[in-house]
């Protein structure tokens, strides 16, 4: 039972343009959720979060939105860079879930092409 | 640079070896975790710690022994794997709640049982 979807494994996008990675949860407990990119032989790395009380944060080149009446999130990145070519992975965490266990989608591969 | 250190980078072992996996972090952070990764999935969760106890085992095999000495060093103490066990091995920290933190991993340990 997967109960957060990234349905979209790769993502090709022009230097410059904006990258929209996409994200789907099951759980309605969930109220925390998060951004992490990861580059080949390296760990997840944090890049922003938002918690259910807001529909959108930001943070330089990223913005997260979030709907949750459609329990869905979108990482929002302009302008996309050649550095940005990573696997983008959403996670999901819940105040009545174990102590802020992560649940993490199966991520997407996104390339920035110059 | 990552915040997290986990050595070694790389471990080869064979079905009767004992080895162990080490992640230490100096944010003070009071919540550590170990994760496993396999090719081309998200990470899994294994085990949490918060101040120092165990607070979260994933049912996790007994085979896997989880330490944490203090609140800036965490073990994971291997004997006797199977080779579907060859995975990436990831640690990571957070504050602890109330409100949500964000968990820092990591470069991880790729593990071979041979």
């Known amino acids: 039972d997967q109960q957060v979807k990234q349905n979209s494994p790769s993502l090709s996008v022009q230097e410059g343009r904006i990258s929209i990675l996409n994200c789907d949860y099951t759980?309605?407990?969930?109220?925390?959720f998060l951004w992490y990119k990861k580059y080949p032989a390296e760990g997840p790395t944090f890049l922003i979060s938002?918690?259910?009380?807001?529909d959108k944060n930001e943070d330089g080149r990223f913005t997260v939105f979030l709907n949750k009446s459609a329990k869905h999130l979108s990482l929002h990145i302009v302008p996309s860079q050649p550095g940005d070519s990573a696997v983008y992975f959403c996670?999901?965490?819940?105040?009545?879930?174990?102590?802020?266990?992560?649940?993490f989608g199966q991520g997407t591969e996104l390339s920035v092409k110059p | 640079d990552t915040e997290v250190t986990q050595t070694p980078k790389h471990l080869v072992m064979g079905m009767t070896n004992k080895k162990s996996l080490k992640c230490e972090q100096h944010?003070?952070?009071?919540?550590m975790y170990w994760y496993k990764q396999k090719a081309k999935k998200p990470p899994e969760l294994m085990f949490v710690?918060?101040?120092?106890?165990?607070?979260i085992n994933e049912s996790v095999p007994s085979r896997f022994s989880p330490e944490c000495p203090n609140s800036s060093l965490l073990n994971l103490h291997l004997h006797a794997l199977q080779p579907e066990d060859s995975a990436l091995y990831l640690c990571?920290?957070?504050?602890?709640?109330?409100?949500?933190?964000?968990?820092?991993f990591g470069d991880g340990t790729r593990l071979s049982i041979l």
């Open positions: 990571a920290s957070s504050q602890v709640a109330p409100t949500h933190q964000p968990q820092h």
């Open positions: 759980n309605s407990m969930f109220d925390y």
């Open positions: 938002i918690s259910s009380i807001k």
């Open positions: 996670a999901a965490s819940g105040v009545y879930n174990q102590g802020g266990k992560l649940i």
């Open positions: 944010m003070g952070h009071r919540a």
């Open positions: 710690y918060s101040y120092e106890k165990l607070s």
